[in-house]
T-cell receptor, first 113, second 111 residues
Framework: NAGVTQTPKFQVLKTGQSMTLQCAQDMNHNSMYWYRQDPGMGLRLIYYSASEGTTDKGEVPNGYNVSRLNKREFSLRLESAAPSQTSVYFCASLPTGAGQPQHFGDGTRLSIL | SQQGEEDPQALSIQEGENATMNCSYKTSINNLQWYRQNSGRGLVHLILIRSNEREKHSGRLRVTLDTSKKSSSLLITASRAADTASYFC???????????FGRGTSLIVHP
């Protein structure tokens, strides 16, 4: 059982380049999330998808787009990367029902030069 | 914006000692969760406590919740070097099931 799988694990981009971060979960969860984690800032929600076919903005959506490709997959796209987007990106999924814990991938470490 | 704030930011103890970290939050919650993050890994769920609960245990973990003070504490008893990690609290409020995370406590347990 893989849980939540993120690819790639590491990536270096130049300013202005585009990139898509991939996330897949095999737990049949309805909700999926993208967070960024910066030193001293904890996790901040970028976008989420409450169910297949829907996406909503989180706390810090600017500069990002998302696609809920199917129930398993939720991708995050940077159209024109900026140095301020250097961060560790985490994908998470959540089963339906109140008070359920999120399940996290191991992150994508992204550096933008 | 962070709902939960952990305290202390960093904690260094010897193996065998107890570790206590606290989380304060601003608005009423439905539940509060604690997660652990090992270096270079994703967050792993430890324990969830609902707003109508005051204490929960899981192995060496003890979580308390004081809704009147809007605070929670995580106690790790008889700590081990393997407990070295960052610990985050996350709260869910109102009609939202989406947790909001604090900045975390970095725990180092020296062997």
């Amino acid at each position: 059982n893989a849980g939540v799988t993120q690819t790639p694990k590491f990536q270096v981009l130049k300013t202005g380049q585009s990139m898509t971060l991939q996330c897949a979960q095999d737990m049949n969860h309805n909700s999926m999330y993208w967070y960024r984690q910066d030193p001293g800032m904890g996790l901040r929600l970028i976008y989420y998808s409450a169910s297949e076919g829907t996406t909503d903005k989180g706390e810090v959506p600017n500069g990002y787009n998302v696609s809920r490709l199917n129930k398993r997959e939720f991708s995050l796209r940077l159209e024109s990367a900026a140095p301020s987007q250097t961060s560790v990106y985490f994908c998470a999924s959540l089963p339906t029902g109140a008070g359920q814990p999120q399940h996290f991938g191991d992150g994508t470490r992204l550096s933008i030069l | 914006s962070q709902q939960g704030e952990e305290d202390p930011q960093a904690l260094s103890i010897q193996e065998g000692e107890n570790a206590t970290m606290n989380c304060s939050y601003k608005t009423s919650i439905n539940n509060l969760q604690w997660y652990r993050q090992n270096s270079g890994r994703g967050l792993v769920h430890l324990i969830l406590i609902r707003s109508n609960e005051r204490e929960k245990h899981s192995g060496r973990l003890r979580v308390t919740l004081d809704t009147s003070k809007k605070s929670s504490s995580l106690l790790i008893t008889a700590s081990r070097a393997a407990d070295t990690a960052s610990y985050f609290c996350a709260t869910s409020s109102g009609g939202s099931y989406i947790p909001t995370f604090g900045r975390g406590t970095s725990l180092i347990v020296h062997p």
